[in-house]
């Protein structure tokens, strides 16, 4: 029996955080779903590891981190509105407890990839996804990329 390649998504929001184990097809092999503590950022640095761990299993070779708030490309998030943290390092912090490659985004940043690789945007060369929930945002999808502005954000 072959191993399937995936790679661990953790979605953290002001109240759950929630680590699936995808496929290259987008099927959830393995969730994990935690509550966010989320006035205290390194507990929620924790969470996201233990989540994670929770769901590691053989054939992960990443992880993706999505987060409400201003992250730069580096994985760093500058400001959270709804959680407790200033420039801490999302994917630095995880990819390192977990011994893998990690990449951390603005949420909404990476639903509209998962649209457009996955559902509604499948297909397509651009592509517009406004979310509205405890806060509203956008991701855009330029000539099958993700746009990210002057400042990345």
């Known amino acids: 029996m072959s191993v399937r390649e995936a790679a661990i ?3 953290v ?5 929630a680590a699936l184990v995808v496929d290259r097809e987008g099927v959830v092999l393995a969730r994990e779903v935690r509550p966010t503590p989320a006035d205290d950022g390194r507990a929620s ?3 996201m ?3 994670a761990r929770a769901v590691i299993t053989p054939g ?10 201003m992250v730069d490309r ?7 509105p709804n959680l407790a943290w200033r420039d801490t390092p999302l994917a630095p912090h995880v990819g390192g407890a977990l ?3 990690a990449i ?16 509604a945007g499948r297909g397509s060369r651009q592509m517009l996804m406004v979310s509205v929930g405890t806060g509203i945002g956008g991701g855009l999808v330029l000539d099958g990329k993700l746009y990210r502005g002057a400042n990345g954000f």
């Open 13 to 17: 929001g002001g109240t759950k955080t």
């Open 60 to 69: 992960v070779v990443g992880v993706g981190i999505a987060a409400a708030g």
């Open 104 to 119: 951390a985004d603005n949420d909404v940043n990476a639903a509209a990839w998962g649209e457009f690789l996955h559902g």
């Open 9 to 11: 998504g953790i979605d």
């Open 45 to 47: 640095l924790a969470t």
């Open 99 to 101: 011994g893998l490659p």
């Open 74 to 80: 580096d994985g760093i998030m500058r400001y959270a």
């Open 49 to 51: 590891v233990d989540a």
